[in-house]
């Protein structure tokens, strides 16, 4: 069975503090993605990767950053944490193609709560 | 640039009735278009996909046809059952990029018995 694994379902920090989200997926994929959920705004891509060391910005990268050190485990930092960073956070993982036709897998969601 | 709108939820309907959830994309080129359902508690997974005008996606009793004319591809089931109450997403990707996916904000169905 695939898995997309994050490493907290729940989440509370502080302003300011450095926050790590941790992704890892077990099917040897080349794509893996950073998206956060809101109400009413759907899924919105904060960072992606299409390789060991490689990223590319999404649609909202500010206050975030991103590591890939390893081809399974794809990491989400909050440099300082900010209230308007509570959301709930989703990684996901596809196999690479040119076609736009693969399907992603995604973990179970962290939700973060920045107080 | 590329985005996807679906109807604003939440869409409550008793068991056995039909379902429609309407989605409408704008998008250069051809892309492939998605759709992921959401159950309480989890994350997404897909529910089904079609790759090219006219084809038709279908899985657990949902369909959705790709309907380039109209840039529609809106979700269809013919009798709901509690167990499909989730959220919805309609999405999009275009070739070349990455397999990045495009979502709509989401349309939660709620099936009482």
């Known amino acids: 069975d695939v898995k997309v694994t994050q490493s907290s379902r729940y989440l509370v920090k502080r302003t300011g503090e450095k926050v790590f989200l941790e992704c890892v997926q077990d099917m040897d994929h080349e794509n893996m993605f950073w998206y956060r959920q809101d109400p009413g705004l759907g899924l919105r891509l904060i960072y992606f990767?299409?390789?060991?060391?490689?990223?590319e910005k999404g649609d909202i990268p500010e206050g975030y950053s991103v590591s890939r050190e390893k081809k399974e485990r794809f990491s989400l930092i909050l440099e300082s944490a900010s209230t308007n960073q509570t959301s709930m956070y989703l990684c996901a993982s596809c196999e690479a193609s040119g076609r736009a036709v693969n399907e992603q897998f995604f973990g179970p969601g962290t939700r973060l709560t920045v107080l | 640039g590329n985005s996807v709108t679906q109807m604003e939820g939440p869409v409550t309907l008793s068991e056995e009735a039909f379902l429609t959830i309407n989605c409408t994309y704008t998008a250069t080129g051809y892309p492939s278009l998605f759709w992921y359902v959401q159950y309480p508690g989890e994350g997404l997974q897909l529910l089904l996909k079609a790759t090219k005008a006219d084809d038709k996606g279908s899985n657990k009793g949902f369909e959705a046809t790709y309907r380039k004319e109209t840039t529609s591809f809106h979700l269809e089931k013919g009798s709901v059952q509690v167990s499909d109450s989730a959220v919805y997403f309609c999405?999009?990707?275009?070739?070349?990029?990455?397999?990045?996916?495009?979502f709509g904000a989401g349309t939660r169905l709620a099936v009482h018995p």
């Open positions: 990767s299409y390789d060991v060391k490689m990223k």
């Open positions: 999405a999009l990707s275009t070739p070349g990029g990455y397999n990045k996916l495009i």
